[in-house]
């Protein structure tokens, strides 16, 4: 079974600019949700979204957004970019039965400049 | 709140060592506990889960026991391999009706020597 993949794996952005950031679940993961690493922060909650709805959402401003397909693929999108947005930002995806689990994807390395 | 604490790295040891990397919890009602360990440049793997008190977890000569009273869950191995030198995270998931959200500590760096 494929893992959870995301793309692009790295991406530098300009201040001011917008990204989107893509995500494909495990076959059959129906949750996803989604994470930022910082080096100073660790890992920090962004949001969880199960059958295209957004489930739980962390404290984050209204600068991140993220949806989620009828396949299940997810993006996440940052607006208006800043250089402390530079992270990397996991994906993880969970099935509906055993949502404790959680699988997560290599990650996308964002850098803000 | 939900929050969870761990034993700030690095922390280098020789091969063959015991391995202990502290963890400690807070969080409203019943939470479930796991490890996890990111190798160099990969994301996040499930190392070890115990879903409820007095559980032990283990996994790959790992181990960590879910203590209730101590709202801890220690992770220890007896004899680390270079092969072990990754980041280990402890972290809480605290089932909501509106949907389940983990918390993370900050990661403890370990780097085993030959």
């Known amino acids: 079974k494929a893992g959870v993949t995301q793309t692009p794996r790295y991406l530098i952005k300009t201040r001011g600019q917008q990204v989107t950031l893509s995500c494909s679940p495990i076959s059959g993961h129906r949750s996803v949700s989604w994470y930022q690493q910082t080096p100073g922060q660790g890992l920090q909650f962004l949001f969880e979204?199960?059958?295209?709805?957004?489930?739980n959402k962390g404290n984050f401003p209204g600068r991140f957004s993220g949806r989620q397909f009828s396949n299940s693929r997810s993006e996440m999108n940052v607006s208006t970019l800043e250089l402390g947005d530079s992270a990397l930002y996991l994906c993880a995806s969970s099935s509906a039965l055993d949502s404790y689990e959680q699988y997560f994807g290599p990650g996308t390395r964002l850098t803000v400049t | 709140g939900n929050s969870v604490t761990q034993m700030e790295g690095p922390v280098t040891l020789s091969e063959e060592a015991f391995l202990t990397i502290n963890c400690t919890y807070t969080a409203t009602g019943y939470p479930s506990l796991f490890w996890y360990v990111q190798y160099p440049g990969e994301g996040l793997q499930l190392l070890l889960k115990?879903?409820?008190?007095?559980d032990k977890g283990s996994n790959k000569g790992f181990e960590a026991t879910y203590r209730k009273e101590t709202t801890s869950f220690h992770l220890e191995k007896g004899s680390v391999q270079v092969s072990d030198s990754a980041v280990y995270f402890c972290a809480l998931i605290a089932p909501r009706d509106t949907g389940n959200q983990f918390y993370f500590g900050t990661g403890t760096s370990l780097t085993v020597i030959p």
């Open positions: 979204y199960f059958s295209e709805t957004q489930r």
């Open positions: 115990a879903t409820k008190a007095d």
